[in-house]
């Protein structure tokens, strides 16, 4: 049986893997069933101790990208595969939101709002997207694409990553000697970086100050990646033009904080790739299938990796 947690979609998720798969029971809380014929979950946001009381569970599918909530509990044995969705339609919105913030930068829609509040008429010079060096932070298949996209426009694209990654058309480098010299070639940084404690406070008030002045920053990845304190001091000093923020340390973003208000800081409410769930359920049941005939399968969560 798959037992089904969504709160927010859960009568469309509920149909959508019974379209998908006609042959399997499927149940949805908070309906009671056997708990011991529960063999597999799809999920998003499952309260503390939700799996304790399904002894026969073999695999957990988290319906999003990100796996940093699903980490570190108690309830889920080392032996009970989670897996993640790699892509189900995040990579186009992930695109979409990256460029919006490129061409933010490289049309200086930034400084045009700041003159029209100051009733200035000053055009600014014109700058070409092969003049733009845009370097992506994480290069899995959402920032692979996102890499591979830009440089296809003609944007002077490099990715970065942990360990060695090959993404078509894009200069890859990897490691904490390549991010250190990276950092003052970057006119836009995107990071798309997952939760772990290896990228936590990856850009902290060191590795901000390498950042070119009047440089940006796009992070649609993780909140904890960015030291919030240090970039405060960054934009009050006017190093950074603007950072436009889709994620945060704490979320939602408390009422008072500094970024609300901010003349240089963008803010969105982690929308920056949403799930679609036709193509979530489409993954989600591709990947039951693979499990049970065992063979490998997308998105199974490395824990030590933390991704």
């Not at 913030?101 to 509040?117: A, E, F, I, K």
């Not at 919030?228 to 340390?249: I, S, T, Y």
């Amino acid at each position: 049986m798959l037992y089904l947690y969504s709160p927010d979609q859960q009568e469309l998720y509920f149909r959508l893997l019974q379209e998908a798969l006609p042959d399997r029971e499927i149940a949805c809380w908070p309906q009671e069933v056997d708990p011991e014929a529960v063999t597999h979950a799809a999920v998003w946001m499952p309260p503390a101790g939700f799996f304790r009381r399904f002894p026969n569970l073999q695999a957990v599918f988290v319906m999003g990208a990100g796996v940093d909530q699903m980490l570190g509990r108690d309830d889920i044995p080392e032996q009970v595969a989670i897996v993640r969705l790699t892509d189900a339609g995040m990579a186009k919105q992930m695109i979409e939101y990256c460029l919006y913030g490129v061409l933010h930068y490289q049309r200086y829609m930034d400084v045009y709002r700041q003159q029209q509040g100051a009733g200035q008429w000053l055009a600014q010079p014109t700058r070409l997207a092969g003049e733009v060096r845009v370097s992506v932070l994480g290069l899995g298949q959402l920032g692979a694409q996102v890499a591979q996209h830009l440089a296809g426009m003609g944007y002077r694209v490099t990715g970065w990553s942990r360990q060695p990654r090959a993404v078509g058309q894009v200069n890859c480098v990897h490691g904490d000697a390549a991010l250190r010299a990276l950092l003052p070639e970057t006119d836009v940084l995107f990071s798309v970086l997952p939760a772990t404690p290896e990228t936590r406070h990856l850009l902290d008030a060191e590795r901000l100050a390498l950042l070119p002045k009047d440089s940006a920053i796009i992070n649609a990845g993780r909140g904890s990646l960015i030291d919030e304190e240090a970039l405060l001091a960054h934009l009050n000093r006017g190093h950074l033009r603007f950072v436009m923020l889709d994620v945060f340390a704490q979320e939602p973003l408390a009422a008072d904080h500094p970024f609300w208000l901010h003349p240089r800081v963008m803010i969105t409410p982690h929308v920056a790739a949403d799930t679609v769930p036709e193509e979530a359920v489409s993954q989600i049941a591709a990947n039951l299938r693979g499990l049970a005939a065992g063979e490998p399968v997308t998105g199974v969560v490395e824990r030590c990796r933390g991704y």
